[in-house]
Nanobody, 127 residues
């Protein structure tokens, strides 16, 4: 079965940095899957933060939500079975539970396209 585990969340001050990691476990391999990071703040819908989508069997370049462009960077290492999210210049509005997700298709960076999810890791940006 697909097993994903996020880690690296915590409390940081505005302007700080934090790196999140998503690791596959239980024999799951990221190879051939689209991967993405999503977040959900209290009272708000889950939204796409950054994804590496797949279309017609080909991996596309990373995409980012407008709110995080220039501040966040997604990367993947299939050999290590990990997906990373580097977050810089964090703002209070980045506070949310961050989820890692994968899918065999992952056509777009929207929760609709993703079937497999981790449990989430809390990121809190506050003075």
């Amino acid at each position: 079965q697909v097993q994903l585990a996020e880690s690296g969340g915590g409390l940081v001050q505005p302007g700080g940095s934090l790196n999140l990691s998503c690791e596959g476990a239980g024999g799951f391999s990221f190879y051939g899957y689209a991967v993405g990071w999503f977040r959900q703040a209290p009272g708000k819908d889950r939204e796409g933060v950054s994804c590496i989508s797949r279309r017609n069997g080909y991996e596309e370049s990373p995409t980012y939500a407008d709110s995080v462009k220039g501040r966040f960077t997604i990367s993947r290492d299939n050999a290590k079975n990990t997906v990373l999210l580097q977050m810089n210049d964090l703002k209070a509005e980045d506070t949310a539970v961050y989820y890692c997700a994968v899918d065999r298709r992952g056509n777009d960076c929207h929760p609709y396209w993703y079937d497999y999810w981790g449990q989430g890791t809390q990121v809190t940006v506050s003075s």
